[in-house]
């Protein structure tokens, strides 16, 4: 047992804290210990502390991408360090430095009311900023990658803090260094941005057009980002209201033989070529299986988008978890292709 320190000058580490209120799927487990940590000196104080030495520990940021299946033995800790900063401007861009903590609909909001480019189809989706990068985030044809050029963290291991530029982060499809080597290994600190002062407008994704038709208005960087708040609040649950991660899974990735074999059987697959791959839509492959809007106990396929899973109230995360399973076994036998998850699992 450690030895537990009363020196904590700054934060409160709380004991068997439940996790209810800090994950969008809603699912009530508990830490052991929980902290949140508001400013570089608490993150520094408690990565040096016996909590993190002799426990293990999870890092938690909005808590959009996560399913906690179990109660979790060890320290949780929210970050929650706050403020956004303009580091530079020139004749075309404008470079800002965003703490990890900052809510990610807010800054999108917040760009978009300076008229900075970049991130306004990113609107509404929960998180926080400091783990944008992580699965770099994506939405309506654009990737946060696009825009981040740079990330700031602090390394576990020796407590130096470093920037990882735009390509060390090595970005992929809901991917990243983070989720691979570099996971647990880094906290990360802040995010650095450059979005552009002249817009650069997509609109070729989806809906988007028909719903700016609908809304009888111009593209425009408010005005798509209002359309794409109008579609995703048509289509996704509100967290706040039905407790779920966005789209659960990936989309897959399949050889060009695998589509072309698959397309003879099941002509209107949906899918988008991928570099040298296609992306099948998943939410296609899961309605087609039959489990669109299907429930196993308290666990449920969104009936509007069969990518979502979501929790019909008080759902443990192994309920989730055995619906994601039937699932992707489903998708398997039908198609012979394999669903990753998208979501991390604790
Ligand atoms: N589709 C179906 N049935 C469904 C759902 C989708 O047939 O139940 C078909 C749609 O008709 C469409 C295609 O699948 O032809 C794609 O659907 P959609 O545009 O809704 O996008 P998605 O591929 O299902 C991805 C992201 C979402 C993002 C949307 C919009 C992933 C894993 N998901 O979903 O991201 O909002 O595109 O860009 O790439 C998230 O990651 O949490 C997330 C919500």
């Not at 706050?82 to 004749?91: C, F, L, M």
Request: charged share 25%; net charge neutral.
């Amino acid at each position: 047992m450690p030895s537990f320190d009363d020196y904590f000058n700054f934060m409160q580490i709380k004991e068997n804290f439940s996790l209810k209120k800090l994950n969008t799927f809603g699912i009530d487990v508990k830490a052991k210990y929980f902290a949140e940590l508001n400013s570089l000196e608490e993150i520094k104080e408690i990565m040096q502390s016996s909590y993190v030495k002799e426990y293990p520990f999870l890092l938690l940021g909005g808590g959009s991408n996560i399913l906690f299946t179990k109660d979790f033995e060890g320290i949780v800790l929210k970050i929650n360090t706050k403020g956004k900063e303009i580091t530079a401007v020139d004749e075309d861009f404008v470079y800002l430095k965003v703490q990890a903590g900052e809510n990610w609909e807010n800054f999108v909001d917040y760009c978009v009311m300076n008229n900075w480019s970049g991130i306004e189809n990113l609107a509404l989706i929960p998180g926080a900023v400091g783990t944008c990068p992580v699965q770099n985030i994506g939405a309506y044809g654009v990737e946060v990658k696009e825009c981040i050029e740079k990330v700031e963290v602090l390394n576990i291991a020796d407590g130096k803090i470093t920037e990882m530029d735009n390509e060390s982060c090595q970005f992929g499809y809901r991917n990243s260094i983070f989720k691979q080597q570099a996971k647990n290994k880094y906290i990360i600190l802040s995010v650095s941005f450059k979005l552009a002062k002249k817009p650069v407008l997509i609109t070729h994704y989806g809906d988007i057009l028909k719903e700016l038709e609908m809304m009888m208005l111009e593209p425009g960087l408010a005005t798509i980002s209002n359309a794409i708040k109008n579609i995703r609040r048509r289509k996704l649950p509100d967290p706040a209201v039905t407790g779920n991660a966005g789209s659960f899974f990936k989309n897959p990735l399949v050889s060009k033989e695998k589509y072309e074999e698959l397309l003879k059987e099941f002509p209107k697959i949906r899918a988008f070529p991928s570099e040298n791959n296609y992306k099948l839509a998943a939410g296609w492959l899961i309605e087609k299986s039959g489990w669109k809007g299907k429930s196993l106990g308290n666990a449920a396929v969104h009936h509007k988008q069969a990518l979502v899973l979501i929790n019909k109230g008080g759902a443990t995360g192994s309920e989730i978890l055995s619906l994601a399973k039937a699932v992707q076994h489903a998708v398997l036998n039908m198609f012979g292709v394999e669903l990753e998850m998208e979501v991390n699992l604790v």
